[in-house]
């Protein structure tokens, strides 16, 4: 008897794109291998998307029609019609590349302990010169640390490139709707924190670059409003993430011979997430604490490192005013708060280079400014701790 394989479920969340949502389901339909579901669900097009998709005519395909509510209502109640073992959650302007399911799905037929699979993406863009294709925006280096720390510092993982057992989506619950912005990415944090990731940098889609609106009729935004957008509703949900991830998951990122060692680094660990969407002051209660913890020994170059990136988020740095006194009030708590003061501020001379190279003399001034203000120091210490980061987590991290 052969081997069977496990199904998977396409859902595609629709509003007011008929023409780029044909050229999405022309791009499911040609995987190399079967999609057995795909459901499109209109949040309440007027555009004339019903009678595109019905022209199209598939055994695999099903279209749903509710009133506009927003993509984390649509995604809600397209779930409960899902019957795949995988669910594939498809945006209705991209392009899937034909061999996107099947690497997906492999990467959850190959290990069952593996919840979701992601993959990487390219950008196009359609000009008069016809497609123009880039390279994907930010992506780390996945060579260090778990996926799962690369991805609460940093959206980089898109649905169109995810793959997810149906179970796991049912045991994180559903999509935030109090949620306007970042649904995506909430879901994401969730389920990375609930069962082990695994990445391809296979490019699995081509995300489309337009000027059309986003968002639901009641909360939409221009293409060019969308990073100050996002920037402001990554802090909203990490906020309310804050209670709901536990100190313990960003602790089991690393390992010492001294446990004390490990939780000081988790603790930076989770001030830098805070500090790259800069929400400062619930980095400084991470950063503020872990100066307390083992001060007999110095910071080692890992937990160096975390600070340095605490600095990098693609928002740039930008702390309010009582955020910048108790910045400077940093080095005066021990000789470790003076180490973690020192490894911010050279993350600041990262962003510095960075503003030269790019031309940028406005952004260096400020940068220069808020060093001085600050007060954050230059001269690293000596390298003390050998606490490492795991390149994957033990099963016990994971929230039940």
């Known amino acids: 008897m052969g081997l069977v394989l496990s199904t998977i479920a396409a859902i595609v969340p629709t509003y007011n794109r008929k023409d780029y949502l044909v050229d999405t389901l022309q791009s499911l339909f040609g995987q190399t291998r079967p999609v057995e579901q795909i459901i499109v669900w209109d949040d309440g097009s007027v555009d004339g998307t019903e009678d595109a998709v019905k022209s199209l005519r598939r ?36 392009l899937l590349l034909p061999h996107a399911a099947e690497t997906l799905a492999g990467i959850l037929d190959a290990d069952p302990s593996i919840g979701v699979a992601g993959g990487c993406y390219a950008r196009f863009s359609e000009g008069p010169s016809g497609r123009v294709v880039t390279d994907a925006g930010y992506w780390p280096d996945l060579a260090q640390g778990t996926p799962a720390r690369s991805l609460l510092e940093d959206i980089f993982l898109f649905q169109p490139a995810m793959m997810v057992r149906r179970e796991c989506y049912e045991k994180v619950g559903p999509f935030n709707e109090n949620l306007h912005r970042s649904i995506d990415y909430d879901m994401i944090a969730r ?4 069962t082990p990731i695994r990445m391809t940098e296979d490019i699995l889609f081509q995300q489309r670059k337009h000027d059309g ?10 293409a060019s409003d969308s990073e100050k957008v996002w920037s402001a509703q990554d802090r909203k949900v990490f906020r309310n993430l804050r209670e709901k991830i536990p100190l313990s998951f960003y602790v089991a990122m690393y390992c010492d011979e001294r446990p004390e060692l490990a939780e000081r680094a988790g603790l930076m660990q989770r001030g830098c997430v805070y500090g790259r969407r800069n929400d400062w002051n619930n980095a400084l ?8 913890i083992a001060t007999d020994m110095p910071l080692g170059a890992t937990e160096m490192t975390i600070c340095r990136r605490a600095m990098s988020g693609k928002h740039g740095v930008w702390p309010e005013p009582e955020e910048i006194l108790r910045l400077g009030r940093l080095k005066e708590r021990s000789d470790i708060g003076r180490q973690i003061s020192q490894s911010l501020g050279r993350g600041l001379t990262w962003r510095m280079r960075v503003a030269a190279t790019e031309a940028q003399p406005a952004e260096i001034l400020r940068l220069i400014g808020l060093l001085k203000k600050t007060g954050l120091s230059l001269k690293p210490d000596p390298e003390g701790s050998k606490v490492q980061e795991r390149r994957e987590l033990p099963a016990e991290a994971y929230l039940c």
């Open 59 to 94: 055994d695999n395909l099903t279209y749903h029609r509710a009133p506009n509510a927003g993509k984390s209502s649509a995604l809600n109640q397209a779930m409960k019609f899902v019957q795949g073992d995988y669910v594939w959650i498809c945006d209705d302007d991209d």
């Open 213 to 222: 609106d986003r968002g639901s009729s009641k909360h939409r935004h221009s």
């Open 285 to 292: 209660d991470d950063f503020e604490v872990a100066a307390t």
């Open 191 to 194: 389920l990375v924190v609930s």
